[in-house]
């Protein structure tokens, strides 16, 4: 549905949270984007914070990472541009990736998943 209020050369960023180790809401959120856009970048955290980009028109790698480099706008904000401009990457997804739709959309379950598994990694540390 957004795709279709985007313009030719609009872009959609969101960020996802993902602590598990297999991602597989990671992985779903990707497959379901590059279901509908051309090119789908991404910033991946250590941390499991993840900032997608979705583009409505082909995208070359390069031409983000370019674009990102060359931002103007605060310092701070042009410092933080220019050191994730080499780290972003095409985003491809796992081939067992769920495609997230209106009638199968276990998110939920993911994120169960993902806390348990977060919980039991703190408890394990302590």
């Known amino acids: 549905l957004i795709s279709r209020r985007m313009t030719p050369d609009g872009l959609l960023m969101m960020n996802v949270l993902d602590l598990s180790s297999k991602r597989r809401l990671l992985n779903s959120t ?48 042009e410092s933080m541009a220019a050191g994730a401009a080499p ?23 993911m994120i169960h998943e993902m806390l348990a598994e977060a919980r039991a990694r703190v408890r394990n540390t302590r």
């Open 87 to 109: 780290a972003l990457t095409e985003l491809q997804h796992e081939a067992n990736a769920i495609v997230l739709t209106d009638d199968r959309a276990p998110v939920e379950p």
């Open 30 to 77: 990707v497959a379901t984007l590059r279901r509908v856009f051309p090119s789908v970048h991404g910033l991946l955290g250590r941390d499991g914070s993840n900032m997608l980009f979705a583009f409505t028109s082909e995208r070359s790698l390069e031409k983000s990472r370019s674009e990102l480099s060359g931002f103007r706008g605060s310092p701070l904000l």
